[in-house]
């Protein structure tokens, strides 16, 4: 689309990305790749359709994925913003609810993707194929956060609970829960720390191997 298209929907969330300088932002039915420096918008996407809910780039900023409501994650080619893959893995294949993409999140390394899907479960996906690598059942999932050595996959959401998984294997290292729903969460730099936030209040968690 071209990139001078005034924004007329509503704003949802701004994103810092990886690789070359850039400000993805977040609509109700687009999210528009700009300039860090200068703001300048470089592309404004809706092939979505429906919400984008959230976004994650390749460390080397060479891919950026986006998570729409529609049940769909697609995969962008930063350089030509054209699309390279539509993962479709949320998306009943039977009946007709149409079950939304609430959360995503990039391996370190890029060598794999996580989503996690109002139908219940987080998917990983090897970035390499685009092809699904794993299914985890983990109801009322909404956020995911890497760990920065790659090894532990945390996932957190409206119940509260908060589980951490191995992505290479699907399984779990452990399970905690705070009071009321998670909102947001991040990793410490060393990786021995989750903290978290939500309707109770902000939690920090000492992780041990």
Known sequence: MDPAEPVTSTLTSQVLAAGPPRLVVLGDVWFDDQDAATGTSRALMREHHAVVGAVAVAPDGSWLASAGWNGTVRIWDTATWQQSAILTGHRPSITKRTHSVRGIAAAPDGT?????????????????????????????????????????????????????WDPSTGRPHAMMRVDGGVRARTWSPTGDRLVVGGAAGLYRFTITP
């Open 112 to 164: 794999w993707l996580a989503s996690a899907g109002s139908d219940g479960t987080t998917r990983v996906w090897d970035t390499a194929t685009w092809r699904q690598h794993l299914k985890l059942t983990d109801p009322a999932v909404t956020t995911l956060a890497v760990a920065p050595d790659g090894h532990t996959l945390a996932t957190a959401g409206h119940t509260g609970e908060i589980r951490l």
